[in-house]
């Protein structure tokens, strides 16, 4: 009998849609069939979930992953009781939510490390809200970082054919252009390269968008790809990667649609996430590269506005929890 990898599933916020698409995910992919799948977070309020969908799930609470654990029909939820009843309302953000979501990180962190889960899936969190909290990180991302002691990683989005990694991520549109530089490029074409062995892709055609229009025009609207990116591209191809050079982002895209590059690398968040989210939202796959343990997550936010009614999509976090599976396979 093959061994099913064991995915631990953070709830993240409890007053967004994050409880809601895990417990339909359960339901609607049955995810036993190719996966262990564990929940970390608050019991009663996947129980909430649970009662308000009307759905024929048990929940049972523990404290740690058993060999017993029955999947079939079943929520496990490693239960960290941190929630008091009646704190967190569906589409009220607070600070009780903040600690909550990072405690909730930080010990599936600890499981992955300690070899018990396989890799781990994260539902949305507010990183407004993890801040006011105590917790200045800028994301899922950069805690996982320092909770892992990772020091060159990236963020990865995923839909089927269309992969794209970031160079910058949660940057001001401003402060963008400051921290690309060859160093960083570098790494983030290392990574993209690193990345595809996850998808069985042993020599990648990797596409490199410019930062600025027409790739700076010959440095008439900016130096960055000649100052900066190119001299990135030229070290990774004597490293034997296939890269192009920067190429304006609205072909290189285009491009990337029929399949002229196996992932493509952005500059920054919305120059690579908004042409993948035109074409898939709601089905993309966020994946942190670089880090020690496996880690996917949904490509949406809390959605405060619609948690708690019953009409979250759970795509993205089925396409989530099955990827991580996948990857368990290629580590």
Not at 46 to 69: H, N, P, R, S, T
Not at 270 to 279: A, C, H, V
Request: charged share 20%; net charge positive; aromatic share 6%.
């Amino acid at each position: 009998m093959i061994k099913k990898p064991i995915i631990g599933i953070t709830m993240g916020d409890p007053a967004g849609i994050g409880p809601e698409v895990i417990v339909k995910a359960f339901h609607q992919a049955k995810l036993h069939e190719f996966c262990q799948p564990v929940v970390i977070g608050d019991a009663k309020t996947i129980e909430g979930i649970v009662k308000l969908l009307k759905i024929q799930l048990a929940v049972k609470a523990a404290q740690e992953i058993k060999k017993d654990f029955i999947y079939h029909n079943t929520i496990n939820v490693i239960d960290l009781k941190n929630i008091d009843e009646g704190q967190i309302k569906f589409g009220f953000p607070c600070k009780a939510a903040g600690k909550a979501v990072v405690d909730y990180i930080k010990k599936a962190v600890e499981l992955a490390q300690n070899k018990i889960v396989d890799a781990i899936t994260t539902a949305p969190i507010n990183k407004e809200v993890m801040n006011a909290s105590g917790f200045p990180y800028r994301g899922h991302t950069e805690l996982l970082a320092e909770l892992t002691g990772a020091k060159d990683f990236g963020m990865m989005l995923a839909s089927g054919p269309l992969r794209v990694i970031l160079v910058t991520t949660h940057l001001a549109l401003k402060d963008v252009p400051r921290h690309i530089n060859k160093d960083r490029v570098y790494k983030t074409i290392l990574l993209a390269n690193k990345a595809m062995k996850y998808f069985k892709i042993p020599n990648p055609r990797i596409g490199l968008a410019a930062l600025n229009p027409h790739a700076g025009e010959g440095k008439l609207f900016g130096t960055e790809e000649w100052d900066e990116i190119m001299p990135a591209v030229i070290k990774a191809r004597g490293d034997g990667i296939d890269v192009t050079d920067p190429s304006p982002a609205d072909t290189l895209f285009y491009k990337a649609t029929f399949g002229h590059y196996d992932v493509i690398i952005a500059m920054y968040h919305d120059q690579g996430l908004i042409p993948l989210k035109m074409l898939a939202f709601g089905k993309a796959v966020n994946v942190t590269i670089g880090l020690p343990i496996i880690r996917t997550s949904v490509d949406h936010g809390t959605a405060y506005d619609i948690a708690g009614k019953g009409v979250a999509n759970p795509t993205s976090m089925i396409e989530a929890i099955k990827l991580a599976a996948e990857m368990t396979k290629h580590v």
